[in-house]
């Protein structure tokens, strides 16, 4: 019995503990100003830097946290810092943000989702951010083991994040009645913004490949908080990029031409075409045209989409589909069934770096373009790091 009074007393503390420090978060989370909460499928990590860096130069004083490719807090004049994790992501992480942010007296806190199970999503936003300007990207089939199996689903669940009586801005222009459909619900106003309102000229400011729709979802953002076109524009030039920023490395070796591009992050197959489309279209494929498709024993369903994607929709564009990475013969079986030429695929499994650049070398009779993608985990992120130290110019 005495045990048993002391187990009811610790769990009475327990509970007024969390209790006080519930109500000390929302007195912190509701003494920032201008709290952007950005999620969506694609483009969160890039949305989340260029707000941030839009708001600094248009003088909000500003925090950032950045999930993306490697967690980052990006502090008012623009340095950045890795977060240490101890153990896997968790969404608890946003509380230490938001803490850090009001001791600050920060203005303005623009945060990256990291949840994604739709109780989660909803966690986030419902008990710890409390966003007056909603960021939604774009909805594309991904996560769909826990977010759903349609766009319509998946819309459902990145919608959590929405909140009630505010601001949403997205650049969705697949299935954008879904998300005013659940926007109008909680009376919360609609800006659509277009890709087109941010010019090609506007956008060879940039020192990488960027998204024109993820530049314009951000000065749509900026503009709204009176920030001016100009203003946020520079400050997004001089942003740093997120480490799963789409680049171009150009090596040279052997009086042969290498073009790689790091599209590693864009691991759903809907953006992954996506991107193929604008190297395609806007930049050029130039000599033998190779598909790197880093895999990971985790995401073999992924794996199993982007291996349709290159058997269905760019067979007929590649010369050769590399797979690197765990379970590459079960890909290897995967794409040949959906229709790829066998000689067309080059499986090295789980190997080196340099290994992989000498069969692209080897590939290249003077000129070759390489497009990497898959998963920045794994052998994703050194083999894009090798081919960045072997370029004569970071990007051109």
């Known amino acids: 019995m005495y045990s048993f009074y002391i187990l009811l007393i610790m769990i009475i ?39 941030g860096a839009g708001l600094r130069a248009g003088g909000i004083s500003t925090i950032t946290k950045v999930t993306g490719t490697f967690p980052r807090l990006i502090i008012e004049d623009g340095t950045e810092t890795y977060i240490y994790r101890k153990s896997s992501a968790n969404i608890i992480e946003q509380l230490s943000i938001v803490k850090f942010t009001a001791l600050r007296k920060a203005q303005a806190l623009v945060m990256e989702c990291m949840a994604l199970q739709p ?18 990207t774009n909805i594309r089939l991904d996560h769909v083991d826990v977010m759903g199996q349609t766009l319509p689903e998946i819309a459902e669940t990145l919608g959590r994040t929405i909140p009630k009586n505010e601001h949403l801005f997205t650049s969705e222009n697949i299935i954008p009645h879904t998300l005013k459909d659940i926007a109008d619900k909680k009376n919360t106003v609609s800006h659509f913004v277009n890709a087109e309102s941010v010019s090609l000229e506007e956008m060879k400011g940039f020192s990488y490949i960027e998204h024109r729709d993820n530049v314009a979802l951000a000065l749509a953002v900026c503009q ?33 031409q290498l073009y790689f591009y790091n599209a590693f992050a864009a691991n759903d197959p809907d953006s992954t075409y996506m991107v193929w489309q604008k190297i395609r279209d806007e930049i050029g494929l130039e000599g033998v045209r190779i598909i790197l ?23 007929k564009e590649i010369d050769y589909l590399i797979l690197i990475g765990q379970s590459t013969d079960v890909v290897e079986n995967i794409t040949v069934n959906y229709g790829l030429a066998q000689k067309k695929i080059i499986n090295l499994g789980w190997t080196t770096p340099a290994k992989v650049f000498e069969k692209v070398l080897s590939l290249t009779v003077d000129l070759s373009t390489t497009v990497a ?24």
């Open 13 to 51: 503390v327990a509970a007024i503990v969390g209790l006080i420090e519930f109500v000390r978060h929302q007195k912190r989370i509701y003494s920032i100003p201008i709290r952007i909460h950005i999620n969506g499928t694609r483009g969160k990590s890039s949305v989340t830097r260029l707000v």
């Open 119 to 136: 109780q989660y999503q909803s966690i986030t936003e419902n008990q710890m951010i409390h966003s007056n300007i909603n960021v939604m």
């Open 224 to 256: 709204h908080l009176k920030v001016e076109r100009e203003t946020a524009l520079i400050g997004m030039y001089k942003a740093i990029p997120d480490t799963g920023a789409l680049r171009r490395y150009r090596v040279e070796a052997f009086q042969k």
């Open 293 to 315: 498709l880093n895999t990971r024993q985790d995401r073999l369903d992924r794996a199993r989409q982007l291996a349709e994607l290159a058997a269905k929709k760019l067979a």
């Open 373 to 396: 993608i898959g998963n920045m985990g794994g052998m994703g992120a050194e083999t894009a790091e090798f081919f960045e130290n072997r370029s004569s110019k970071n990007y051109d």
